[in-house]
């Protein structure tokens, strides 16, 4: 069956640098559109970025352009996150999924499969 499992989350300062990794098995990894999302505490789901299953094309929501980093290796059936400047504001559960289709989205009710999430803590 298709898992997905994130890693790379704890408890970092703010100003730290993160990446978070995701291994994806049981499905043809390079055929999916990939995303990150994440969840605070109280707060609905957000999308974070995406990255294309053919030509590594990226999309990111407006307020974490500029500062995280998808990115994606096929050959190992992976998926990245790269984190800068963290801020206590980033803390939160992160995920990530995959979308069989072809069109990068921001929708997580596109995603078909997610993985359980790594926590991500910053303190100030």
């Known amino acids: 069956q298709v898992q997905l499992v994130e890693s790379g989350g704890g408890f970092v300062q703010a100003g730290d640098s993160l990446r978070l990794s995701c291994a994806a098995s049981g499905l043809t990894f390079w055929t999916y559109v990939m995303g990150w999302f994440r969840q605070a505490p109280g707060k609905e789901r957000e999308f974070l970025a995406a990255?294309?299953?053919?030509?590594?094309?990226?999309l990111y929501a407006d307020p974490v352009k500029g500062r995280f980093t998808i990115s994606r290796d096929n050959a190992k059936n992976a998926l990245y996150l790269e984190i800068d400047s963290l801020t206590p504001e980033d803390t939160a559960v992160y995920y990530c999924?995959?979308?069989?289709?072809?069109?990068?989205?921001?929708?997580?009710?596109?995603?078909?499969?997610w993985g359980p999430g790594t926590q991500v803590t910053v303190s100030s």
């Open positions: 990255v294309g299953w053919n030509d590594g094309s990226t």
């Open positions: 999924a995959a979308d069989v289709g072809v069109v990068k989205t921001r929708s997580a009710a596109e995603y078909e499969y």
